[in-house]
C-alpha cells in the first residue's frame, strides 16, 4: 500500500510530504524516521480512476484549499443590528416620556 506522509525534516526543520510503498501504517512510519523525518501526520493513498474510464468525473474527488469557504450569508446579523438601531432612535424619541415614568431618586 501506497502511504503519504508529512513531517519535518531532523536536521534543518523544513516541512515535506513524501508518499511511500509500505506494507503497514507502522512500516511507512519507520522508513520515514530512517529517511530522517519526523512524522506528522499519515494518510493511505487511495488509487485514482483511469482519466479515459467512463465514469472518471463521477468519482473526482472535491477538495477545498486554505482560505477557499463557501460564502457566508450575515442576514440574521443585518436584521438584528436593524432591530438594535430601531430601539436606540425609539428610545432617543420617547426619552423624555419615559423619563417620567421612571421612579425619581430623592437628591440630597
Given at each position: 500500500?501506497?502511504?503519504?506522509?508529512?513531517?519535518?525534516?531532523?536536521?534543518?526543520?523544513?516541512?515535506?510530504?513524501?508518499?511511500l510503498e509500505a506494507s503497514s501504517r507502522a512500516?511507512?512510519?519507520?522508513?520515514?524516521?530512517?529517511?530522517?523525518?519526523?512524522?506528522?501526520?499519515?494518510?493511505?493513498?487511495?488509487?485514482?480512476?483511469?482519466a479515459d474510464a467512463p465514469d472518471a468525473a463521477a468519482?473526482?474527488?472535491?477538495?477545498?484549499?486554505?482560505?477557499?469557504?463557501?460564502?457566508?450569508?450575515?442576514?440574521?446579523?443585518?436584521?438584528?443590528?436593524?432591530?438594535?438601531?430601531?430601539?436606540?432612535?425609539?428610545?432617543?424619541?420617547?426619552?423624555?416620556?419615559?423619563?417620567?415614568?421612571?421612579?425619581?431618586?430623592?437628591?440630597?
Open positions: 500500500m501506497k502511504y503519504r506522509i508529512s513531517g519535518a525534516r531532523y536536521d534543518t526543520g523544513a516541512r515535506v510530504t513524501i508518499e512500516a511507512a512510519e519507520r522508513q520515514a524516521n530512517q529517511a530522517g523525518i519526523e512524522v506528522l501526520h499519515i494518510e493511505q493513498v487511495r488509487e485514482q480512476p483511469q468519482h473526482s474527488a472535491h477538495t477545498t484549499h486554505r482560505g477557499e469557504f463557501p460564502p457566508e450569508h450575515h442576514i440574521g446579523r443585518w436584521i438584528a443590528l436593524g432591530i438594535l438601531v430601531l430601539i436606540i432612535v425609539l428610545l432617543a424619541m420617547y426619552w423624555d416620556r419615559l423619563r417620567d415614568l421612571l421612579p425619581a431618586t430623592a437628591a440630597s
